[in-house]
């Protein structure tokens, strides 16, 4: 068996009574991206400052490319690039400066750094902003400057905390293309995420991450077929028709919706989404009810969060 | 070694480049000082003797000194803002040598204090000091004050790497700065302080370097009895080694600490 990119067991840390990991397992193959999901404060970062070197576990081993990451740190930080939660780039600095003096601390030589630098800021769509300082640049560049200072050494093994967190949708496509074209090329990525279809468009392996443990995972249709299937969303124009809208949604798939008192929807959850569809659009046109929306979806975040965690609290 | 010095070496860079970006940064070593000078020179100066009747040759001196500590305010912010943006992380989380993160920050810091000097020496000039010593005496104060502002700069640092937030290091590096540059020989003699703060003012390694330089720069030096104050050029290198030893490993030692436990 070839060695794993990165291979955790029983990773454990506590900041004082809090328990931010408790016993994590996690395995990733070389040129994979596994996405770790879970909410704020599920010790999704934690995990990420373990296996980069900045936090000591208190229970547990790791290797990051067959090296431990608390014996042989160093030999894991000269095969990994970090891009954090914050984009960690000196805003005093011009982002060619920047990835210059990221590149010089890879102990390149000046003529090889700069070249570095330039083809990074290219390949990042950063090559006319490359003279200004960082301060200037929008979220979204900050971001991808990031992304190309954790670039500069082409390490094998890349690791994104929650890369997108507060980026406008344009900038989030296009970071999603630069993560998927690095997997492409070979290199191993774990990103931490909170969005579902972010995780889902990019990786091939899930896990999901709650109260420091990892409550499943899989690849994303493992987790969704877990989560049983898609969401169909109606909602009535207001509330005398509401029980209408229910019975027909109702008799159109055999179950009976979920109501969500605040916004009026009604939620139901369908193993096939366009028959599904097909069969509730079929029951209100029979009955003249007009509905304000008709949607079908996948499971959010909090249904697979929920589904999951239920089955723990039964199991 | 090596890549200790050259990581150094690039990250000090860095921080010179922030003068360019941010040319304010050098304030605190500049426009500050050149105000005190003024200040003291053509204000305070008027109310206060001092042995030998010129104040502006007694006053320079101690701006100088004062300034150079002042730098470990600035470093302070550095390092707090640094460790609370992630950009500290991202050091860490490189194969570079950790402790160049803050020899090359503590080594930028005496770039600018050699601006300082150049701006306050031409300010002093102007205002009728002068080095009257020659140019030997005078280069040793200049390293005198640079060696100052060095280990000065890593108490700023180790301060630093306490604090949470940039307006705590505001706080802290004013309560630190006054009483450290005011309860010292700096604008006005020690002879006219109650007891306990001349004592204190006498052993202030802020006081051993202004006497000093006021000796290789040439003037009237207050009679005094204190060692410190007898031997200052000695009391000063050792006070300067006394605190590097002391908040360079500290420094380092914090530094892993802060890193790992958050």
Redesign the interface.
Known sequence: MATAAIRAEGLAKRFGKTRALDGVDLVVEPGTILGLLGPNGAGKTTIVRILTTLLRPDAGTARVDGFDVVRQGHEVRRRIGLAGQQAAVDEYLTGRANLVMMARLYHMPAARARARADALLEQLGLAAAGDRLVRTYSGGMRRRLDLAASLVAAPPIIFLDEPTTGLDPRSRLDLWAMIEGLARAGTTVLLTTQYLDEADRLAGRIAVIDHGRVVASGTPDDLKRSVGGERIDVRAPDTETLPAVRRAVAAALGTEPALDPETGRLTAQVADGVAGLRAVVRELDRAGLAVNDLALRRPTLDEVFLALTEREVAS | MG?LL??SW??A??HL??IR??PEKLSGVTIQPIVFVFMFAYIFGSAIAVPGGDYRQFLLPGVFVQSMATASASIMAGIVSDMA???M????????ARAAVLIGHTGANLVESVLGIVAMAVCGLIVGWRPELGLAPTLAAFGLLLLFGFAMSWVGVFAGLFLKSSEGAQGLGFVLIMPLTFVANTFVPTGGMPAILRAIANWNPTSAVVTACRQLFGGAVPAATAWPQVHPVLASLLWCAALVAAFLPLSVWRFRRA??A?
Request: aromatic share 8%; net charge positive; charged share 30%.
């Open positions: 890549w050259a990581d690039t990250v860079k860095r480049l922030h970006s941010m943006s992630g950009v992380d991202r050091f860490r989380s490189l194969p570079m890193m790992a958050r």
